[in-house]
């Protein structure tokens, strides 16, 4: 499982000029599910995100959670993360988790965020959706659940 996690001040999903999905400050995450993903993966994923200290304490210092902040999150399905460029001009997906699995691991991940009681929106799986956001720093961390990164 990958994801892209940005701080943002804001974001908005959109599909079919509806919003789906809105927040303040808080974390976008473009969530990624292999073919090989697991619960095990979700939990690392869960854990990660609810405690990665990218906000900044009274001393300007990267040190508080979006649970410190109570913070919002907003989870976009994206199996593009799983492309592998690394032959050719044209990305491979075969490392991208079957749509079946995929949803059922990306919606399991959704549930445990939202169990952490912090408030949570999301975009529609496999869907084309429009994502906008205020990157707040910008800062952006890449995680990996096999911890390639």
């Known amino acids: 499982m990958r994801a892209v996690v940005q701080r943002v001040s804001k974001a908005e999903v959109l599909v079919d000029n509806i919003s789906l999905g809105q927040i303040n400050k808080g974390l976008l995450i473009l969530l990624g599910v ?3 993903d697991t619960e ?10 609810l405690n ?3 906000f900044e304490d009274e001393n300007e210092k990267m040190n508080l959670s979006v649970l410190d902040i109570e913070g919002e999150v907003l989870v ?3 199996f593009t993360l799983h492309g592998d460029a690394r032959k050719g001009r ?5 490392k991208a988790g079957n749509p079946q699995k995929a949803e059922a691991l990306y919606n399991q991940y959704i549930q445990q965020l939202k ?3 912090i ?8 869907a084309y959706m429009e994502v906008s956001l205020v990157n707040d720093g910008p800062v952006t961390i890449l995680l990996d659940s096999t911890k390639l990164f």
């Open 115 to 117: 169990n952490s009681g």
């Open 34 to 36: 292999a073919e090989e």
């Open 119 to 126: 408030r949570v929106e999301s975009g529609r799986f496999a």
């Open 90 to 94: 044209r990305p491979s997906f075969s």
């Open 52 to 54: 990665l200290r990218i």
């Open 76 to 78: 976009i399905s994206q």
């Open 40 to 49: 095990t993966d979700i939990n690392y994923m869960v854990d990660k995100t």
